[in-house]
């Protein structure tokens, strides 16, 4: 009989790691607390990601649903050029190009690849029970869930992450994020990021019309503009160079989501006998390296390998734990340090220190990047 498995959490991590254990035999069933997952602008998905997703059946379906990024060039806000790198340099150092998508595109693509009726959604965890054999998850409206093994992959505000480490609050960063996709295509020669003092722009192609981009600025936590989003973006990147302008006039007020930006100390503990948490719930991180899925769907494949390799399923979470954190802790912290260059008190601080970034060689923040997010930067399980 297959030994089963409650993943609790339906975003891009819960999702892949069900689909994951599912290939491997498994019988999974997965857990949401919101009716609707698929709100979301775009996401990058780097080569590291997308061997994952090749571990899983999936990657060609996801290439074909998005678009390819073969550069990632860095510009002032005048339009001046920080970094240029050629697309042939940038594409063989990572592998192959970037692929940018629809978050809703890859939710279905992912939710398609389960068995039927393996998401319930409208369920929020309330109590987590780990017991020698099995483990139990009292959702709020009182259902119960058995099942021999328990993936957390419910995002920062995990109860699974909570239950085996005890509080874990969110911190706010200092800065405010927005995205939306733009309707209108994009110079694939400026695909990257315009930096200014104190907020940034970063903008890829999503296929041959549209583009993805996101913004942010330093503000206080929990505010909003009284005429709109969209207005607010337009005044204050209303003196940066093309195609941030271009973009903004070609984007739907109602499409802009605006988010304040949280971290979370990591959590100390991702397993404890047959429970273990993946994604953000174990080791959320700041967007500054474009790695917060990417990393999820390495945990997605990893998991679901040594899963299907060990007999025991506490031992096999145990060796995730053990495996994985090394590799996506020093990026954790990479991404914060990012966060906090680009968005030094004053302002002008953060400008100087994007210049400084430029007496970096091409070919060492290459080799770097590709070390992160390079296809070969992905070990899969054997």
Not at 364 to 371: D, G, I, N, Y
Request: with cysteine; glycine share 10%; proline share 6%.
């Amino acid at each position: 009989m297959a030994q089963s498995v409650l993943v609790v959490g339906a975003g891009i991590t819960g999702l892949a790691t069900a689909v994951a254990l599912q290939q491997r035999g498994f019988d999974v069933s997965v857990a949401e607390a919101r009716q609707d997952v698929t709100p979301g602008a775009g996401i990058s998905l780097w080569p590291n990601a997308l061997a994952a997703l090749d571990e899983i059946g999936l990657g060609d379906q996801v290439r074909g649903a998005g678009g390819r990024v073969t550069t990632g060039a860095l510009r002032r806000a005048g339009g001046a050029w920080l970094r240029r790198p050629q697309a042939q340099r940038f594409t063989r150092a990572l592998g192959e190009p970037l692929v940018v998508i629809r978050r809703a595109t890859l939710t279905e693509i992912l939710t398609g690849a389960l068995a039927p009726g393996t998401v319930q959604y409208e369920l929020t965890a309330d109590k987590v029970e780990i017991g020698a054999s099995d483990v139990r998850v009292t959702f709020t409206d009182g259902t119960v869930r058995e099942a021999d093994g328990l993936v957390g992959a419910d995002g920062v505000d995990s109860v699974v992450a909570r239950h085996l480490n005890g509080p874990l609050p969110r911190r706010y960063t200092g800065y405010t994020a927005w995205r939306a996709v733009a309707a209108c295509p994009l110079d694939p020669d400026l695909s990257g990021e315009t930096l200014g003092a104190g907020s940034q722009v970063g903008h890829v192609p999503l296929g041959d019309d549209h583009t993805y981009w996101f913004a942010t600025q330093r503000a206080p936590r929990g505010q909003t503009t009284p005429d709109g989003e969209l207005a607010h973006l337009k005044r204050h990147f209303a003196s940066w160079s093309e195609p941030i302008p271009t973009l903004l006039a070609a984007t739907d007020p109602n499409d802009v989501l605006r988010n304040d930006l949280y971290d979370r100390a990591p959590a100390r503990i991702w397993s404890r006998g047959r429970a273990v948490i993946a994604g953000d719930a174990a080791h959320p991180m700041r967007p500054h390296l474009g790695q917060g899925g990417c990393q999820g769907l390495e945990d997605a494949a990893t998991l679901a390998g040594l899963a299907a390799g060990e007999a025991d399923l506490g031992s096999a979470f145990s060796r995730f734990a053990t495996m994985r954190r090394r590799r996506v802790m020093r990026i954790v912290r990479e991404a914060e340090l990012v966060g906090r260059l680009v968005n030094l008190r004053p302002p002008l601080l953060s400008a100087a220190a994007t210049r400084a970034s430029v007496l970096v060689p091409e070919f060492v923040l290459t080799r770097h990047l590709a070390s992160i997010a390079g296809r070969a930067a992905f070990t899969p399980v054997r």
